[in-house]
Nanobody, 115 residues
Framework: QVHIVESGGGLVQPGGSLRLSCTAS????????MSWYRQATGKQRELVAN???????NYLDSVKGRFTISRNNVRNTVSLQMNSLKPEDTAAYYC?????????WGRGTQVTVSS
């Protein structure tokens, strides 16, 4: 059974940093692309970043240069380092893996950027 758990969200001032972490179990982690999405209130969920099994990364334009995605195939974790946070980064952040054709999501972690 695939199980995804996110952690690391919180309240941070503009310009601050947070590091999100996602742990995946029930899959051979190193073989799968892992993704971070976010959903702000009243908006559609959007892809923030993903990292392939070979370590290639892809970012939403608005976070390029500020966010960094990385993975640890020993610990089965994927992290999202978020720097220079802006109020518009406020959202629930979700980790996702697509396994055997189906998406598996965590419950999300809330990030609020506010002074």
């Amino acid at each position: 059974q695939v199980h995804i758990v996110e952690s690391g969200g919180g309240l941070v001032q503009p310009g601050g940093s947070l590091r999100l972490s996602c742990t995946a179990s029930g899959i051979n982690f190193k073989l799968f692309t892992m993704s971070w999405y976010r959903q702000a209130t009243g908006k559609q969920r959007e892809l923030v970043a993903n990292i392939t099994s070979s370590g290639s990364t892809n970012y939403l334009d608005s976070v390029k240069g500020r966010f960094t995605i990385s993975r640890n195939n020993v610990r089965n974790t994927v992290s999202l380092q978020m720097n220079s946070l802006k109020p518009e980064d406020t959202a629930a952040y979700y980790c996702k893996v697509r396994y055997r054709g189906s998406p598996y999501w965590g419950r999300g972690t809330q990030v609020t950027v506010s002074s």
